[in-house]
């Protein structure tokens, strides 16, 4: 049994797309971040770093194992199935450099420009140059993989791996950075691609249905404003003091 400790943000549906895919028994267990669920100190144990997704195999190497860091996550639900994830070493490789491009630019600079076109509030030339930043880099990464998915039919290799479930989750807000069939349309086939798949699908209906048991849960329980990255150590410290 797989416990997906989560929020179904995008580091959280890439494991979920990836335990429905292999078919393995799991459960998913709510984090609501929204409120502070992270700095519990027994979420802590399982997530030194109070982010989320983080797993516990209940049949895992030695026993019970506990993991964090979704793209770990994913290497460590590939080796435990044997699934999605080459054992031909060129195409392994490959598979792990896609990855490896999701979680250092396509994740940390797509979750930078929502955040200064959502949730950031100033103005001036600063946070001009903020927005701009991060909302040309993403349309770059956009490009990058459209370039990519020219020459691969998928974004590992010719075959779907874990690097197309990483990074699917993170490009649902395509449209708003003006992507399209006309200028993209590698990148839309992959998408539309990824879109029938039935896991992915099931993932997608999950997670709608994941944030509203959590909102629900949530009703009359004072907020956190996960943004505020002083407030966040603040009660990291709090949690973790001795």
């Given at each position: 049994?797989?416990?997906?400790?989560?929020?179904?943000?995008?580091?959280?549906?890439?494991?979920?797309?990836?335990?429905?895919?292999?078919?393995?028994?799991?459960?998913?267990?709510?984090?609501?971040?929204?409120?502070?669920?992270?700095?519990?100190?027994?979420?802590l144990k399982l997530s030194p770093n109070n982010k989320i997704p983080t797993?516990?195999?209940?049949?895992?190497?030695?026993?019970?194992?506990?993991?964090?860091?979704?793209?770990?996550?994913?290497?460590?639900?590939?080796?435990?199935?044997?699934?999605?994830?080459?054992?031909?070493?060129?195409?392994?490789?490959?598979?792990?450099?896609?990855?490896?491009?999701?979680?250092?630019?396509?994740?940390?600079?797509?979750?930078?420009?929502?955040?200064?076109?959502?949730?950031?509030?100033?103005?001036?030339?600063?946070?001009?140059?903020?927005?701009?930043?991060?909302?040309?880099?993403?349309?770059?990464?956009?490009?990058?993989?459209?370039?990519?998915?020219?020459?691969?039919?998928?974004?590992?290799?010719?075959?779907?791996?874990?690097?197309?479930?990483?990074?699917?989750?993170?490009?649902?807000?395509?449209?708003?950075?003006?992507?399209?069939?006309?200028?993209?349309?590698?990148?839309?086939?992959?998408?539309?691609?990824?879109?029938?798949?039935?896991?992915?699908?099931?993932?997608?209906?999950?997670?709608?249905?994941?944030?509203?048991?959590?909102?629900?849960?949530a009703e009359g329980k004072a907020a956190v404003n996960i943004?505020?990255?002083?407030?966040?150590?603040?009660?990291?410290?709090?949690?973790?003091?001795?």
């Amino acid at each position: 049994m797989i416990e997906l400790h989560s929020t179904p943000t995008p580091n959280g549906q890439k494991v979920m797309i990836m335990l429905e895919e292999t078919g393995l028994e799991w459960k998913h267990v709510d984090v609501n971040i929204r409120i502070g669920e992270q700095f519990k100190p027994d979420y802590l144990k399982l997530s030194p770093n109070n982010k989320i997704p983080t797993i516990v195999d209940t049949d895992g190497p030695g026993g019970r194992y506990t993991m964090m860091e979704s793209g770990a996550i994913l290497i460590y639900l590939a080796e435990k199935t044997g699934k999605f994830l080459p054992k031909d070493a060129r195409k392994r490789y490959d598979t792990l450099q896609w990855l490896i491009f999701q979680m250092a630019h396509v994740g940390p600079m797509f979750g930078q420009a929502n955040h200064f076109n959502t949730y950031a509030k100033g103005e001036g030339p600063g946070f001009d140059y903020a927005k701009e930043r991060y909302n040309n880099e993403s349309v770059r990464l956009y490009k990058v993989l459209d370039n990519r998915l020219r020459e691969s039919a998928w974004l590992g290799c010719d075959d779907y791996t874990i690097a197309d479930m990483a990074t699917y989750p993170w490009t649902k807000g395509h449209k708003d950075r003006g992507i399209d069939k006309a200028g993209y349309p590698n990148f839309m086939r992959w998408y539309e691609a990824m879109e029938a798949r039935p896991a992915v699908q099931r993932n997608n209906q999950m997670a709608t249905e994941i944030r509203e048991r959590m909102a629900k849960a949530a009703e009359g329980k004072a907020a956190v404003n996960i943004y505020d990255t002083k407030d966040n150590a603040q009660r990291l410290a709090a949690a973790t003091s001795r």
